[in-house]
C-alpha cells in the first residue's frame, strides 16, 4: 500500500458522515507505518475500544470504514478463532467481530455487515510473518506468500464490496 495521509483518510470514508470522518482519531506513528507491507490500514480507536477503522487501496481509489465490535458478543478465552480476511488462527480474543454500517442508503436505515478480523487489524503483517500469532509454529501454511496475499485482498474486497451493496449479505 503506498503512504497516505490525514485529509486522503478522512474523504476514503464511505459508510460515516464527514463531520464523523473528520473527528475520527488516526492511528499513533502514521509516518512510521510499514506501508511496504501493508494491503489495507487498520487501527482501533485509542479512545473508543469498541471503534475500528479500515481504509483500502481499491481500483477507484482509497475505501474506508467504520467498525465497531457490537454489544453483547460473547468472546471466548479458550477457543482458536480464525480471521476470515487473512485467515490467521488466534487463541482466545485474538479475532473479534467486527460489524460495518452499510454505505448509502442501506446504512442509514441500520443495515450493517459483519466479519471476523484480527482483534489488532494487523492481518497484512500476520500474512507476511512480519507479526506472529500465539499459535504461530502449529499450523503453518504451505500457500506461498504472493498467494495469501492475494488470497487476504480478495477477502477484503469481498468484504468492502458488501459494505458498498444496497441488499442484506
Given at each position: ?44 480507536d ?67 455487515v ?21 499459535l ?21 474486497d ?12
Open positions: 500500500m503506498d503512504p497516505v495521509g490525514e485529509k486522503q483518510i478522512r474523504a476514503s470514508f464511505v459508510n460515516c458522515s464527514k463531520g464523523e470522518a473528520s473527528r475520527l482519531n488516526l492511528p499513533v506513528g502514521l509516518a512510521e507505518l510499514p506501508w511496504a507491507d501493508l494491503d489495507f490500514l487498520g487501527w482501533r485509542r479512545g473508543a475500544p469498541d471503534r475500528s477503522y479500515l481504509v483500502a487501496p481499491r481500483a477507484d481509489g482509497l475505501m474506508g470504514v467504520t467498525l465497531r465490535v457490537p454489544q453483547g458478543v460473547r468472546r471466548s478465552f479458550t477457543k482458536t478463532t480464525v480471521c476470515s480476511i487473512c485467515l490467521t488462527g488466534h487463541p482466545g480474543s485474538g479475532v473479534s467481530l467486527l460489524a460495518a454500517r452499510r454505505a448509502g442508503v442501506a446504512g442509514r436505515q441500520g443495515n450493517t459483519g466479519t471476523y478480523l484480527c482483534a489488532d487489524l494487523a492481518c497484512s503483517l500476520y500474512v507476511r510473518g512480519r507479526k506472529k500469532s500465539q504461530a509454529g502449529r499450523h503453518e501454511e504451505t500457500l506461498p506468500l504472493a498467494d495469501r496475499i492475494a488470497r487476504t485482498v480478495g477477502n477484503l469481498a468484504f468492502l464490496d458488501k459494505v458498498l451493496a444496497g441488499e442484506p449479505a
